[in-house]
């Protein structure tokens, strides 16, 4: 049975990032009474215990025996950089070498603490103005690497965790599976209740209704960033597989099973998506939905070609479409910007610590 648990550089099976069931199967594999998984799993998920060592009301023995088989971490940080308003970029390495990276954001006016994790390594979308799409799509991660980040970041810095945001790398809804069972283990093991966690697509129809499906009480959010078809098929190229109208019913959908308020982002690039006309379009395209509206400045990113692609609107121009597109009674707000002096924010991720060292 050890054979289908992952392992991590050591070569040791890792059991961070597991549910209760499956640190059970491990320990009953190794002839071990059921509570001892108990102990493990509130050693790993409450206390942030990095090693076997720390379970002191595990016996020498017993440490000394799941030791020489298993190991806590699945993940390494290989690199950390720490923005100077205190937002954490982590770069980790997967067991096969692969990169991602993850981001702890702490908001100045909140005592909350977010993560943001990544889905993928690399991402198959491919819009044009986000640096994660230039890397392409490599894989996809498994549920226990995408919690292992968020428990990584808690043994590293210390602090609990409040929410979560699928908003690093990757699209989150081109690995649906993997993603709702990360849900489940952060909900039921890491004790984060599924309202303080934000799913991010692009527009993958068939994953929004999956998710729906599954009918959590987390919050989606749909990366829109156009009204029109002919703008948005430009800079997000999957409206050519999934129609902004298909998309709109999806998450209308959505809404009707789930209750849960969306939240539109909108990414705003200078002179293509920042008209008047778009915003008032953007109004009257929501009205009927239940959503938040959250406008985010062009985080500059490069494209192979090392251009900086587009502009990002000055103040008066982010303002002006706040005002209009919030006409149609929605809430908007202009995301507050994190980590952008270590390329850690919305769209930046791109491992580019690991590609600049190995140029
Ligand atoms: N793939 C998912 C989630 C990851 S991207 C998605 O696209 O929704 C998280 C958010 O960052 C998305 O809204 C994305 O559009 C936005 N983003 C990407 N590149 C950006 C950039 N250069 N500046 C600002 N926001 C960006
Ligand atoms: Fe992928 Fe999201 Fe980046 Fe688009 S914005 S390339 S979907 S990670």
Same mark, same amino acid.
């Given at each position: ?8 550089? &050591? ?32 050693? *790993? /998920?409450?206390? /942030? ?19 020489? +088989? ?6 390494? *940080? ?18 096969? =070498? ?6 702890? #954001? ?9 993560? $943001? ?9 491919? $819009?044009?103005? %986000? &640096? ?13 690497? @995408? +919690? ?43 004790? *984060? ?13 068939? =994953? ?5 499906? &599954? ?39 959505? /809404? ?34 239940? %959503?938040? #509206? ?6 500059? @990113? ?39 002096? @270590?390329?850690? &924010? %919305? ?13």
């Amino acid at each position: 049975m050890f054979d289908t648990m992952a392992k991590n550089a &050591a070569g040791k099976i890792a059991l961070s990032g597991l549910n209760l069931a499956q640190i059970t199967d491990f320990v009953k594999g190794l002839g071990l009474p059921a509570f001892r998984a108990k102990q493990i799993h509130s050693w *790993i /998920y409450a206390k /942030y215990a990095a090693s076997f060592d720390e379970m002191t009301d595990l016996s020498v023995e017993l440490r000394e025996k799941l030791k020489q +088989v298993a190991d806590v971490p699945l993940l390494t *940080i290989s690199h950390l950089e720490v923005s100077k308003d205190g937002t954490r970029k982590y770069l980790f390495s997967l067991p096969d =070498g692969q990169i991602v990276e993850s981001v702890l #954001i702490a908001f100045e006016d909140r005592p909350t603490l977010s993560v $943001c994790l990544s889905s993928q390594v690399g991402c198959a979308v491919g $819009c044009t103005f %986000c &640096a994660t799409g230039y890397l392409g799509f490599k894989r996809n991660l498994t549920a226990q690497e @995408i +919690v292992d980040q968020l428990m990584a970041i808690q043994r590293e810095s210390g602090h609990r965790v409040s929410n979560i945001i699928y908003m690093g790398q990757g699209e989150p809804l081109l690995n649906t599976d993997n993603v709702i069972e990360s849900i489940e283990t952060i909900n039921l093991s890491a004790g *984060i209740g599924a309202r303080h966690i934000t799913v991010s697509t692009s527009g993958i129809v068939p =994953g929004i209704n999956q998710l729906a499906a &599954a009918n959590l009480p987390i919050t989606l959010a749909l990366s829109l960033h156009a009204p029109d078809s002919t703008t948005r098929m430009e800079i997000v190229p999957i409206t050519s597989k999934y129609s902004i109208h298909a998309v709109m019913d999806a998450v209308m959908d959505y /809404y009707n099973t789930t209750r849960r308020r969306v939240t539109i982002e909108y990414v705003m690039l200078e002179g293509v998506n920042d008209s008047d006309d778009q915003a008032r379009h953007l109004a009257e395209m929501l009205k009927d939905l239940h %959503c938040n #509206i959250n406008l985010i400045p062009f985080n500059p @990113i490069r494209n192979k070609q090392g251009v900086i692609m587009y502009g990002r609107p000055d103040m008066k121009r982010q303002r002006r479409f706040a005002e209009l597109a919030g006409r149609s009674g929605k809430t908007v707000t202009i995301r507050l910007e994190r980590g952008t002096d @270590i390329d850690a &924010a %919305c769209g930046q991720l791109a491992n580019k610590y690991l590609n600049a060292n190995s140029n």
